[in-house]
């Protein structure tokens, strides 16, 4: 079993809904949890970090983590075409190793 | 600010040759990550470097090292190119003071191509 795994997609959605996009990991020992996101030809961008259980919102953007459930979701509201990119969800160790998802391909509707 | 850059962004090798590529971190970081990323296994950890040590490594094999320099430039190696080899590499810097390690900056990556 990968220690995280999120859906592929692609995932497509019309402008100004709101997007969920989901990860699951397998290693209790992840320290915190991180969204990424990949414009295609482009390195990732960090896009918000978490630490503990709960909520994290920044913006149209809200990140939430599960411990209980080893679940973590990202969800964009008021989604945009600029916002149609690959999102890589990621857990981080305490030595600071941390393991991607392989991403999940957003394409926002015009 | 600079970014993270990276050199060269293409390359074509084939088969058994080798190759370096290179990673100039943001200016004040200490911390250079290099990663592999291929459609088939996603972004895939190799090794973090911090004060020329190499302080994490994934789990890849010994065709592949990297190097520090006092400058905080980095460079990775691949001895013997597989087919296989064939992926985008990233490098990502980041200050690496205690909590900070988590904002990493990504270049925009190497793509090497082995024929």
């Known amino acids: 079993q990968k220690e995280v795994e999120q859906d592929p997609g692609p995932l497509s959605v019309p402008e100004g809904a709101i997007v969920s996009l989901n990860c699951t990991y397998s290693n209790s020992a992840f320290q915190y949890f991180m969204w990424y996101r990949q414009y295609s030809r482009k390195g990732p961008e960090l896009l918000m970090y978490t630490y503990s259980s709960g909520n994290k919102e920044d913006g149209r953007f809200t990140a939430q983590v599960d411990k209980s459930s080893k679940y973590i979701s990202l969800f964009i509201r008021d989604s945009q075409p600029s916002d149609s990119a690959t999102y890589l969800c990621?857990?981080?160790?305490?030595?600071?190793?941390?393991?991607f998802g392989k991403g999940t391909r957003l394409h926002i509707l015009p | 600010k600079a970014g993270v850059t990276q050199t060269p962004r293409y390359l074509i090798k084939t088969r058994g040759q080798q190759v370096t590529l290179s990673c100039s971190p943001i200016s004040g970081h200490r911390s250079v990550s290099w990663y592999q990323q291929t459609p088939g296994q996603g972004l895939q950890f190799l090794f973090e470097?911090?004060?020329?040590?190499?302080?994490n490594k994934g789990n890849f094999p010994g065709r592949f090292s990297g190097r520090q320099f006092s400058n905080s430039r980095s460079e990775m190696n691949v001895s013997t190119l597989e087919l296989g080899d064939s992926a985008l590499y990233l490098c990502?810097?980041?200050?690496?003071?205690?909590?900070?390690?988590?904002?990493?900056?990504f270049g925009p990556g190497t793509r090497l191509l082995v024929l």
């Open positions: 990621s857990g981080g160790y305490r030595d600071d190793k941390i393991i």
């Open positions: 470097y911090f004060s020329e040590t190499q302080r």
């Open positions: 990502a810097s980041s200050l690496a003071n205690g909590r900070e390690k988590e904002t990493q900056y």
